[in-house]
Each structure stands twice: as structure tokens, then as C-alpha cells.
């Protein structure tokens, strides 16, 4: 079965970093691009960051360009998220998900693109 499981979540302060982790089963992850999603309480789940299957292309929301950096590692079939600088307003149950070649380009902008959700891991940035 598809899997995506997140990890590398938890408590930080503002100012620090965490890496997060996707490890995908069950799909042709290599081909597929990946993107980093987020949902604060009373929002909408909205694009962070998602990457092309060679890497080649990647993209970023403006408010955490600079300070996010998103790789993959096909071999282990992981996505990884490298969070810096993290401020109180990156607070948020962070998802995983894959998104077909076709639709590629739509990843960051249009959740509807995603086929396969991870389960969803809290990142909270207090003092």
C-alpha cells in the first residue's frame, strides 16, 4: 500500500531549526514530485515547498524562501524539509505528498494536485 510517514517534528524556538522527513513507500516515488504542506489551526492547508523527482525544479512560498531548503534522497526514497530561522507563525501540522509529473507545476499552489497524503506531523515554534 501507498505510505508517506513523516517525521522530525516537535518543539522549537523561534529562531531554531528542524529537519523534517518523508519516507515513501508503495508508488514510483522517483518520478513523482514531492511538496511540504502546512495547516495552522482555522486556516486552509496551504503549499511550503515541493521538489521535482530529479531535483531539477523546486519551489518555494515567499514567506519561507531563504529560510527552508527542501532535498530528496531517491535511493532512500526520502524527502527531507530543513527549516531555519522558524518563527511563531511556521506553527503548524506539516503533511507530506506526492504529485504526479503531469501536475507538477501545480504543487505548490493546488493541494487538489496531491495523490497521496502523509498522516501529518506538529511543528510548534514557541518560547
Known amino acids: 500500500q501507498v505510505q508517506l510517514v513523516e517525521s522530525g517534528g516537535g518543539l522549537v524556538q523561534p529562531g531554531g531549526s528542524l529537519r523534517l522527513s518523508c519516507v515513501a513507500s508503495g508508488f514510483n516515488f522517483n518520478v513523482y514530485y514531492v511538496g511540504w504542506y502546512r495547516q495552522a489551526p482555522g486556516k486552509e492547508r496551504e503549499g511550503v515547498s515541493c521538489?521535482?523527482?530529479?531535483?531539477?525544479?523546486?519551489y518555494y512560498q515567499d514567506s519561507v524562501k531563504g529560510r527552508f531548503t527542501i532535498y530528496r534522497d531517491n535511493e532512500e526514497k526520502t524527502v527531507y524539509l530543513e527549516m531555519s530561522r522558524l518563527k511563531p507563525e511556521d506553527t503548524a501540522v506539516y503533511y507530506c505528498g506526492a504529485v504526479r509529473p503531469l501536475y507538477g507545476s501545480r504543487c505548490l499552489r493546488d493541494k487538489r494536485a496531491v495523490d497521496y497524503w502523509g498522516q501529518g506531523i506538529q511543528v510548534t515554534v514557541s518560547s
Open positions: 521538489i521535482s523527482g530529479t531535483s531539477i525544479n523546486t
